[in-house]
């Protein structure tokens, strides 16, 4: 049994409730990621994803120097445990329809699981696996 440890990324970037969405971005950018963890008085209360600000910010002509993480995050995380059996992770982005699950080990935040993390395990030598380990910024 594959478990979430084997596979998380570690000490996954997170960013204040304040923090501007355009900085937000450009912390997604630089970092070659596509969600960001956000906090609200050094806990855990979100998750921005390339998507949220697409939606929730760009598409309604939202001023990304002006709107916060806050206003644009994905408040009801689903979550999952360091020893979890991978296979059931990937239940858990099937039946929500997400592609991230951050994890936690009681309530301390140690990782992150991702949709392109879970194809590289089970199915290494698909194209979304080889796509999942490409630097997005070339």
Same mark, same amino acid.
């Given at each position: 049994?594959?478990?979430?440890?084997?596979?998380?990324?570690?000490?996954?970037?997170?960013?204040?409730?304040?923090?501007?969405?355009?900085?937000?971005?450009?912390?997604?950018?630089?970092?070659?990621?596509?969600?960001?963890?956000?906090?609200?008085?050094?806990?855990?209360?979100?998750?921005?994803?390339?998507?949220?600000?697409?939606?929730?910010?760009?598409?309604? *002509?939202?001023?990304?120097?002006?709107?916060?993480?806050?206003?644009?995050?994905?408040?009801?995380?689903?979550?999952?445990?360091?020893? *979890? *059996?991978?296979?059931? =992770?990937?239940?858990?982005?099937?039946?929500?329809?997400?592609?991230?699950?951050?994890?936690?080990?009681?309530?301390?935040?140690?990782?992150?699981?991702?949709?392109?993390?879970?194809?590289?395990?089970?199915?290494?030598?698909?194209?979304? =696996?080889?796509?999942?380990?490409?630097?997005?910024?070339?």
């Amino acid at each position: 049994m594959t478990t979430v440890r084997e596979v998380m990324t570690r000490d996954p970037i997170t960013m204040d409730v304040n923090t501007v969405v355009s900085a937000v971005a450009r912390q997604m950018r630089d970092a070659s990621i596509s969600d960001v963890l956000v906090t609200d008085r050094g806990r855990v209360c979100g998750i921005v994803t390339e998507r949220d600000v697409v939606v929730r910010a760009v598409a309604e *002509d939202a001023d990304t120097r002006a709107v916060t993480a806050g206003d644009v995050l994905t408040r009801d995380l689903v979550t999952v445990a360091p020893d *979890d *059996d991978l296979k059931a =992770a990937e239940g858990l982005m099937r039946v929500h329809a997400i592609k991230h699950l951050p994890v936690f080990d009681g309530d301390r935040l140690v990782g992150i699981i991702a949709l392109g993390d879970v194809a590289v395990e089970e199915l290494p030598d698909s194209l979304f =696996a080889e796509m999942a380990v490409e630097d997005p910024n070339g």
